[in-house]
């Protein structure tokens, strides 16, 4: 016993005190920063999130400091928060349904409309479209929900590893469970041993720290990629014929190339860590959108195609409730369906042909004379003079 006590102290003895850097920034909490505040609650999760992870990680033996430790803490807190947006993914899928759906009507109230721009008749178009909405149950900001929800936390993201720096340098910690030993590890944890989490690629450049920018610069073209195949997985494979002649077509396609722009400017200014994050995100996003894609297509797109064929070849097919059934009750699922339509075609009033004014007029007269009547009462016939007797 004693001589585990010996060995301990002389580990803590020969431990190095690590050594604070002169601080380059003003002391946390002198500047007001009213975004900064309204962002502490996210930061505060962000933080429980990431030491929940971290202490994870190190229950099973990886290092408190190590830039992986904290790399996996990043992927498992996007593991958390994209499972907890599964619920508005669905939603999201079945909103860009019904605007689907809907479109065609829309596309008849933009007519009605069309090169009318006094006041009152852009009231009254967005009036019908709105009352469209509310009829199906949906809006266009339905379908941006996951990204809005999303937002907060990558900023809350954002402001941590960005504070990083500035509270490692103070010997501070964070708002909440992030205290100032986790943040000097954080501080100390590289990437590959060599990229700080904490460093954007403006401070790598000015640094000299030429494989973090490498790094940096890889990271970004992945995302990039990732953006761009995933957004190309749903206009190509995912839109039906209807949809793909609408204006909101031209405007994704147009956005397919434009997005992903965006991720360059993250890619410079945001620090390695929230570019870890977003990457990973990214990712989520593609393999989530692939497998809704294959299993949950949208109705008459090319992926819905490909999915009856697939399941044509195992014997089966899709219900009238979009259920999988084997093909023989779909078979007569689909002739019942028929005959049920034949049934209601018969049953249906006639539709009356439209007759001219004196035809109308005439079947008037008939009405008020009805035929036994014109038979009690037969007009008179015209007298026919005698034949005349032949002479002699």
Known sequence: MLDLFATTLGRLASTPTPVVPTPTTPPPGDSLDIFSTIMWPFKWLVEALLVFWHWLFTSIGLEPDAGLTWVLSIIGLVIVVRAALIPLFVRQIKSQRKMMEIAPELRKVQEKYRGKKDQLSREAMSRETMALYKKHGTTPVSSCLPLIV?????????????????HAEWGVGGVGLLNADLTWEFYNAKLFGVAPLHT???????????????????????????????????????????????????????????????????????????????FTSNIWTMVQQFVVIRNLPTPGSDAAKAREERLARKGKALDAHGKIVPLEKYQAEQQRLYEEAQRAKEQAPKRQQPISKQRAKKQAQQKKNPPEQQQKNPPEQPKKNPPEQPAG
């Not at 999303?150 to 500035?166: A, C, E, H, N, R």
């Open 150 to 166: 999303q937002m907060p936390i990558l900023l809350g993201m954002f402001y941590t590893l960005s504070d990083v720096k500035k």
């Open 200 to 278: 954007n690629m403006t401070e790598a450049i000015q640094l000299g720290q030429t494989t973090t920018v490498v790094i940096l610069v890889i990271l970004v073209i992945l995302m990039i990629a990732s953006q761009f195949f995933t957004q190309l997985q749903i206009i190509s494979k995912n839109l039906s014929p209807e949809a793909k002649t609408g204006q909101a077509y031209q405007m994704q396609k147009v956005m397919l190339y434009v997005l992903p722009l965006a991720f360059i400017f993250s890619g410079v200014f945001f620090p390695l860590g929230v570019v870890l994050y977003w």
